[in-house]
């Protein structure tokens, strides 16, 4: 029995040494910079209920102005959260919104209101720890009628 405790406590040690250790690797929190013409917002000038909605629940993982809360400082959760990030920015990222082409603009404002009125977007994970982010039924619409509307959907 005490050689099994020993051994458990060894086990033990271990995975803490483990854990403080993988504590000095750290993710890369540089935003990438910011033009103001090419950023969606300021692009589309959505109505700024719609503005707002963007900022709250897409803007953190699909733009370049993503906000790192303190447990970003806690790895692996703040490797977790780096992949959800650079994962988000290669699908859509607004800060970029300017330079897309036409067709892939267009692409794009569908694949938003298809996850929007899905409710895939924003994804759940994210809402444990954004309140904000989360959209009632009359927001997810406004969102969903916003995009098809930009993107000329709602005439189809």
């Known amino acids: 029995?005490?050689?099994?405790r020993r051994i458990g406590r060894k086990i033990g040690l271990g995975l803490l040494l483990v854990l403080v250790g993988i504590q000095f690797v750290r993710i890369d929190k540089t935003n990438p910079p910011v033009v103001e013409g090419e950023d969606?917002?300021?692009?589309?000038?959505?109505?700024?209920?719609?503005?707002?909605?963007?900022?709250?629940?897409?803007?953190?993982?699909?733009?370049?102005?993503?906000?790192?809360?303190?447990?970003?400082?806690?790895a692996p959760i703040s490797w977790w959260i780096e992949e959800h990030i650079r994962h988000g920015r290669g699908e859509l990222n607004f800060s970029k919104w300017g330079t897309y082409p036409i067709k892939k603009a267009h692409h794009k404002l569908k694949e938003s209101y298809e996850m929007v009125e899905g409710k895939e977007m924003p994804l759940p994970s994210y809402l444990w720890t954004h309140s904000e982010a989360e959209l009632t039924n009359e927001e997810q619409q406004l969102l969903v009628q916003w995009f098809k509307r930009t993107g000329g959907f709602d005439t189809q």
């Not at 000038?45 to 303190?70: F, G, I, M």
């Open 1 to 4: 029995m005490a050689k099994k």
């Open 40 to 74: 969606f917002i300021v692009v589309t000038q959505p109505p700024a209920e719609v503005a707002t909605l963007l900022r709250n629940a897409c803007y953190d993982c699909h733009s370049n102005e993503t906000k790192y809360p303190w447990y970003t400082n806690v």
